[in-house]
Every structure is written in C-alpha cells, then in structure tokens.
T-cell receptor
Framework: IAGITQAPTSQILAAGRRMTLRCTQDMRHNAMYWYRQDLGLGLRLIHYSNTAGTTGKGEVPDGYSVSRANTDDFPLTLASAVPSQTSVYFC???????????FGSGTRLTVV | GQNIDQPTEMTATEGAIVQINCTYQTSGFNGLFWYQQHAGEAPTFLSYNVLDGLEEKGRFSSFLSRSKGYSYLLLKELQMKDSASYLCAVRDRGNAGNMLTFGGGTRLMVKP
C-alpha cells in the first residue's frame, strides 16, 4: 500500500441497504476525512477525524457514520442508503503540519 | 461559514497562459490550497499560500491577497495534459482541525 487505499472502486447499491466504504492509509497521518463530490457542488465534507479515537461532523453528515479505531483506518458507513447518496466519495488524510491532503482514488457509489 | 467562488469553466489555447481566480470569505483564514483533478481521478495537491504574494512552482504559480480575499492560479506554457478541473480550497482557523472547504472547481479545457 502506498498512500491511501479506498474500496470498493465502484458499487451499485439497492436503496435501504447498508454499506461500508473502506479507507486505509499507510502514511501515519493523524487526520482523515471523508468528502463527497457531486457535479456542480464540488467536494463537501461528510465527517472527519483529527486523531485515532475521535471523530466529528462535517457539512453533510446526515445518513453517514464513521469510526476511527486506529490511525490507519477510517471507514464510512451508510446505514440505509438513499438515492441522494449517489456520489463519488473521496477519503483523504493530512499531517497536522498542514501540507494539504492526500486523496484516495475514490469510490463511485450509485444507489438505485 | 465560508464562501468560495471560482469560475465554472475556462478555455485556453495550448502554449498560452491562463489565470484561474478564486475569491473567498472566511472568518479566520489560515491558508489557501489549489488542487488539480483530472476527470475520473482524485485531486492532487498543486500549491499552498498562507502569506500574501506569489508562490512559483515550475509552470504553475499561485498568488494570494488576504486583504482582498483573493487568489489566483497561473498556468504558463499550457499543455493539453493541463485540461482538468482546478479546485480552490480554504482552511479556516476556526475549524477543529486541518479541514479544507472547497470551491466548486474550474474546469479548464486546453485546445490545440
């Protein structure tokens, strides 16, 4: 692994189903983030974690939950998917010193 | 909150120079970032400004004026591979962490 790995790359999901998007980094970055990217709306923050064991809500947290049991992993869970959650989801991490984000390659999710 | 504005689309000719503007409003400015994102790919870090002035990196330069809430990204000697979206992002001191708020992105098309 080099950088950030997201899985799956893409997924078609039936509405009402539960889904976890995985994110793993090997850079020992303290902070991790989940964004969704929609055409015309740019990247919007869903949840963040400044360090292992802590999480916080971003701009659009409803319908999503996260956990940060260790430094490397930051999974995003959709408890009961709805069509409005169709989007491209990016996980990112950063060093506290603030050199900007490193992004994962994204997960394209379609809820039908 | 934060408000970040940048043009939706721009077109330029191969070999030319293009300037992509970004204006922002934030209560506690703590840095401005530019990212490049090719279609279907993750954003990649281009530049970071926290003090007024110009930062140059090869063909790319970024300028910041904190008093005007204004930045631009300057791309010189345009190449076809520069066709991409360019994202302006602002970090706010009030954020609990290193979180960035992104503008909607500027889609740049480079024509021969």
């Amino acid at each position: 692994i080099a950088g950030i790995t997201q899985a799956p790359t893409s997924q078609i999901l039936a509405a009402g189903r539960r889904m976890t998007l995985r994110c793993t980094q090997d850079m020992r970055h303290n902070a991790m983030y989940w964004y969704r990217q929609d055409l015309g709306l740019g990247l919007r923050l869903i949840h963040y974690s400044n360090t292992a064991g802590t999480t916080g809500k971003g701009e659009v947290p409803d319908g999503y939950s996260v956990s940060r049991a260790n430094t490397d992993d930051f999974p995003l869970t959709l408890a009961s998917a709805v069509p409005s959650q169709t989007s491209v989801y990016f996980c990112a991490s950063s060093d506290r010193a603030g050199d900007g984000y490193t992004f994962g390659s994204g997960t394209r999710l379609t809820v039908v | 909150g934060q408000n970040i504005d940048q043009p939706t689309e721009m077109t330029a000719t191969e070999g030319a120079i293009v300037q992509i503007n970004c204006t922002y409003q934030t209560s506690g400015f703590n840095g401005l970032f530019w990212y490049q994102q090719h279609a279907g790919e993750a954003p990649t870090f281009l530049s970071y400004n926290v003090l007024d002035g110009l930062e140059e990196k090869g063909r790319f330069s970024s300028f910041l004026s904190r008093s005007k809430g204004y930045s631009y990204l300057l791309l010189k000697e345009l190449q076809m591979k520069d066709s991409a979206s360019y994202l302006c992002a602002v970090r706010d001191r009030g954020n609990a962490g290193n979180m960035l708020t992104f503008g909607g992105g500027t889609r740049l098309m480079v024509k021969p």
